[in-house]
């Protein structure tokens, strides 16, 4: 029965991020018309260090909730040069995707709000440009090419060989 229940959970989960990873938002494809611009001054720069490399959150004047940019693509696909100059008072325009930003997302370990961005520019210079987060979501798609189908299949050999098991079984009275 637990293989079963095993594999019954396994096919679905992983089903369901093959599905949203590989259809629903494949890497590398957003555009211009998949972003909200959102401008203003930046009034707090939170640079944190993490194991893919840490993360980096910014206030914006008028904004109660803060942008981030995950821990994947920052810092390695940032312009170093243009990171540098950030701080409280620099003018950002960042880049957010339209759905993130009707509905923020939620980080349950620090149970804080925020806005994932794939675009910033401080004071007229890209730090982070649509392309550069793009070749990022593709680079970082080619491990999970590769483990989610096989954890997808190992999902459903758990679930026949539980189905099998229990339907050899003979029942108990």
């Known amino acids: 029965m637990q293989s079963v229940l ?9 089903g369901w ?8 938002d ?32 910014l206030w914006l004047a008028g904004q109660d909730v803060p942008f981030r940019a995950l821990d994947g693509p ?14 409280p008072g620099s ?24 806005y994932p961005f794939v675009a910033l520019d401080v004071d007229g210079k890209a730090a982070l440009s649509l392309a550069a987060y793009n070749q990022w979501s593709v680079d970082n798609q080619k491990l999970a090419k590769w483990f989610l189908p096989l954890m997808f299949c190992a999902s459903l050999y758990l679930l ?3 189905i099998r098991a229990q339907s050899t079984q003979p029942l108990a009275y």
């Not at 991020?17 to 629903?24: C, E, G, I, R």
């Open 91 to 114: 003018e950002a325009r960042l880049s957010v995707r339209s759905a993130d930003m009707t509905a923020p997302r939620r980080n349950l370990a620090q149970n804080q709000l925020f």
């Open 6 to 14: 095993a594999g019954l959970v396994g096919t679905a989960l992983f």
């Open 26 to 57: 494949p890497p590398g494809k957003l555009t211009d018309s998949d972003l909200k611009t959102v401008s203003g001054k930046v009034v707090k720069v939170e640079k944190t260090k993490g194991k893919g490399g840490g993360m980096l959150d």
């Open 74 to 87: 920052y810092p390695r696909s940032f312009d170093a040069a243009v990171l540098e100059s950030l701080r």
């Open 17 to 24: 991020v093959m599905l949203s990873l590989f259809v629903l």
């Open 160 to 162: 026949v060989a539980g």
